[in-house]
Structure formats: C-alpha cells, structure tokens
C-alpha cells in the first residue's frame, strides 16, 4: 500500500499540471477539472492495490477524471432540466470524447500557463494559480510557502478563478502579435516564483526552497513547450546559476556573500546546465534581461576564485542590462562591478552620484553597498554610519544578521 | 460576452484645447464605427461633465442628495462604450483603441463584464 501510494504521489507530482489542463480545456472550468482530478485520484488509490499499477498511470487518471467529469455534467443536465425548462448545454465535443481513449491525451499546458499568468489577474492570483496548478501543489503548501494564512491564499485562488471565469479570460494560447508580451507576463511570474523562494528570509528554508525547486520545474516546462525563446532559456539559466550556491549562499542561518563563499558547495551539474543553457539561448539571440543577468551570474560561476572573476566583462553586462532596466537598482550594480576593478574610490565616486538625487535613501542595498566600499577603504565610522542605515532600512532577519556582523567586525 | 468600457478621463484646468477636442471626437468616431462595422457595437456615449453631477444615497430610508460625483478624484467617468466580445483579450483589445483624452489629460479604460441580470441559477466556477 505504501508502495500505490507513493506510486500516485509520483504521477501527481509529474503529470497533474499536463491533466488538470486537458481537464480544463475539456470542461471549461478550473474548479470541475480540479474536482475530477481529485476524484480520479482517490479512485486509484481505492482500485491500484487490487488491479495493480497501470502501465500508464498518468493516462489512467486522465480517462478516469474525464469520465467523472461527463458524470458531473450529465447529473447537472439532468437536475437542470427537472428544475426547469432551459436546459444546460453539454458540449458536445464532451460526448463524442466518452470512447476516446486518453493514452496520448494533447498537451494543453501552454493554453493553462498563460491563463494563470494572464495580465489581468494581479501578481499574487498569477503565483498561487500557477503554483496551484501547474506546479501541483497544494493550498496548504502554498500558503506555507508564502508564509500566508490558508484561508488568505484559498480566498486568492477562489477570487482568480471567479475572475477568470465571469471576465472570460480565454482559455488560449495568445497570438503570435501577443506572444512577446504575454510570455514576459509568463516569465515574471515564474522568477517572481523563484525569487520568493530565494531571498533569505526567516521562512522555512526547506521550504522555501521548495519555491526556487518549483520555479526551476516550472522554467524547463516553458523551455519545453515554446523551445525557441531564449529568454525563457536566460530565466532557467539564470535560475539554476543562482541555485547552484544554493548550499554556499546559507551557512547556519547566516548570509555568506559571494565573495566570501565556499566555491567547493557550489552546485556543479547545475552550473554546467545553466551554462550550456546560456550559450544556446544567445545563439538564437536577442538578449534580452533574463540572458543578461545569467551572463552575469555565469561569470561568476566560472571564476575559481573571487580574485578570477571578469569585473570588467560583468561591468559592461550590467551596461547592457541598463538599457532594457534603467533602475537606480541595476546603476548601482553597475557601480559596484566598476569598483571591483577600477578601484573602490572610482566606486564609491559613482554610487555617491547616484544617490544624490536621494531617490535611494530608502532602498537598504544602496547604503549597504557604500558600507561595504567604505568598509574597503578603511573609511571606518563613514562606513559604521553607512552600516546602520542599511540595518535600519532591512525588514529581513538574515541580512540584517549579516549587516550586524559586518558592523561589529569594523569596530573591533 | 457584453463587456462595458468605461471611459476615465483626467480633467484639467481649461479642458483639452479645441485642437485635441477635435483629435478626441474623430479618434472616437474612427472607433465607433470600426466596431459598428465589426456588428459588435452594443452602444457608446459620452457623459455630460462631473460639474452636471448629482449623487443620491438612501440615508434612513430616504433619498440624500449630494452635489458632484461620488468619488472625488482625479479622474473622472466620461463616457462609455459597451462592446459584444468573445472574451477578455478581445475586448482589451478594443479598450486600446478608445481615446481617453476627452477632458484634457490622458486617462485609463475600467473594463467590466456584463452578465446581465440572473435568468437562471449562477453556473457553479
């Protein structure tokens, strides 16, 4: 029994995504293909133990939902007819498909992730729909993930949903003059996925980095299904680099930075894959951000040692980077990977003008990347007053841990 | 699907100048009749300004009449279209095409479903 169970949490965890979405195109309803999908999997539970495991279990869930699905429908016809004279329309395609065996049911995904990350529904709808659906994770995980209250996250899923319904938000794979723009929708919503898991946070970090695991999942699912967007190769490039130092990154609780991380922890099949990744999507060409900011993230995992690195290389990147993201944000990055080899005084110079505007006294990063080239320059009390300002600015524990013992290591 | 467009449109001091009134007027001409010739055009009118505005509650079961329009903002509600869409993405394709500009300053369109009033018990998501 341990083994069926652990049988149809395997095909759960790889094949929900594929039938919750036939499910839908089939009803036309997220909540009934949800509804089928989780009868058509208590029935395997009850049926595998005495028929054994089929041999294709994914296609058996899919012919079982499919025919709960027909059930439903036909006992809703039925009730609405007795209730009164308008009959509900069954489409007819329903029917027609009773015999049709599921063995090599078409792969709907592309039509359901861009549905979940269509532009209507706001950011927070976006994740919980994608995670929920083509993620295969429950609500309570979800809710864990995003350190949310349950019923706060079931109430998102029920709203997105409703939204999707009643607004007719279709269920479709958008044409080609509005594929750019809706596969950036689709992408943001992913590396927004990934970068929850990322940040250091006091959340779970198992649990956490279930997210980045999710989004990595998610990242090879599009580069399956629409194989020729590099930028969708940049994002999974860029997430499996950053997810390589996974272990380096985290020590004990405490931030490592990358300058100081054990390269030996570093991740190498990841490494490679993110690598080979990066090159093949800047053949095909344009880059875009996400292949930048894995060029970026490259540079660095090919360098054995802090001191190896190609700060001028990664400088002119981030060059790049400004000119499809002209944030403060990215200028200071900029300015930071100037001083790694024209000299921190030529940094500090250029992170000083970019907060003369004042538009980055309130972002914690800006002052802890003066602290840190202050810090460099034994520019002692500048750099405890810079110090401060980022602890007090920072809302994370783990990197306020971090600026606490930078700040105590220049005093002593 | 009948979707509403609503027509939200910055009021500045002085209105749009006669030159901008006449780029709104035709930019919405083109677009009436681009969806007239489509046979989606349910209807499309413009309101008269928010100076003309008379907002009514029920306070203790009887009629409270206040001056002006029940949201002091910005932008206000100018006018609106309702188009028979698809879905959605058609129906925010339309809303790309519809002016804004008509008391000055560019503005933004709300776009809203119109299920029409309950005939039969909702169908369940």
């Known amino acids: ?412 | 699907m009948r979707y509403m467009m609503l027509i939200y449109s910055k009021e500045i001091e002085g209105g749009p100048s006669p030159q901008q009134a006449l780029e709104q007027m035709a930019a919405h001409g083109a677009a009436i009749e681009e969806a007239s010739a489509k046979g989606i055009l349910v209807s499309a009118e413009p309101l008269a300004p928010t100076i003309t505005a008379t907002t009514v509650r029920l306070l203790n079961g009887k009629p409270l009449i206040t001056d002006g329009p029940f949201a002091e903002t910005k932008e206000q509600l100018a006018g609106y279209y309702i188009l028979e869409c698809q879905n959605l993405d058609e129906a925010i394709d339309w809303a790309a095409k519809i002016p804004t500009g008509c008391k000055g300053g560019e503005g933004c369109i709300e776009i809203r479903p119109l299920p029409g009033l309950p005939t039969r018990p909702p169908m369940n998501g």
């Open chain 1, 1 to 412: 029994m341990a083994d069926i169970r652990a049988a149809v949490e395997s095909v759960f965890r790889q094949e929900s995504g594929r039938i919750i979405a036939g499910l839908i195109r089939m009803s036309g309803s997220f909540d009934r293909a949800e509804e089928a999908m989780q009868e058509a999997f208590a029935s395997a539970l009850s049926v595998w133990p005495d028929q054994g495991i089929p041999s294709n279990p994914g296609a058996w869930i899919m012919t079982a939902a499919h025919r709960k699905l027909i059930d439903a429908a036909r006992k809703e016809s039925t009730r609405r007819k007795k209730q009164d004279a308008v009959s509900y329309d069954v489409p007819s395609s329903f029917e027609a498909e009773i015999e049709e065996p599921a063995m090599h049911f078409p792969d709907e995904r592309l039509r359901l992730i861009f549905t979940c990350c269509h532009p209507a529904l706001n950011n927070e709808a976006q994740v919980a729909l994608t995670l929920r659906t083509l993620g295969g994770l429950s609500t309570p995980e979800i809710a864990k993930a995003f350190l949310l209250p349950e019923a706060t996250l079931a109430q998102r899923l029920v709203r997105a949903k409703r939204k999707i319904h009643e607004a007719r938000i279709p269920y479709e794979e958008p044409s080609p003059d509005h594929l750019p723009e809706r596969l950036a929708s689709v992408q943001a919503v992913i590396y927004l996925i990934f970068n929850e898991g990322y940040a250091a946070s006091s959340g779970d970090d198992l649990v956490r980095h279930d997210l980045c695991a999710e989004a990595i999942r998610l990242g090879r699912v599009l580069c399956e299904l629409l194989p020729h967007e590099s930028e969708s190769m940049g994002l999974l490039a860029l997430m499996l680099l950053h997810d390589s130092r996974r272990k380096a990154r985290m020590v004990g609780g405490e931030l490592v930075t990358l300058e100081e991380q054990d390269r030996s922890l570093w991740c190498q099949a990841a490494i490679a894959e993110g690598l080979q990744l990066a090159e093949k999507a800047l053949k095909i060409g344009p880059a875009g951000p996400y292949q930048l900011q894995a060029a970026i993230a490259a540079l660095h995992s090919e360098a054995k040692a802090p001191g190896e690195t190609d700060w001028p290389q990664i400088s002119s990147l981030y060059e790049k980077l400004l000119e499809w993201n002209p944030s403060p944000v990215v200028a200071l990055n900029r300015a930071v990977a100037i001083a790694m080899w024209q000299g921190y005084d030529e940094g500090l110079r250029r992170v000083d003008a970019l907060g003369a505007s004042g538009a980055l006294d309130r972002y914690y990063l800006f002052h802890a990347a003066r602290a840190d080239l202050l810090r460099r320059l034994y520019r002692t009390a500048e750099a405890a007053e810079a110090y401060r300002r980022a602890v007090d600015l920072t809302t994370n524990a783990v990197e306020r841990n971090f600026l606490m013992r930078r700040l105590a290591a220049i005093k002593l």
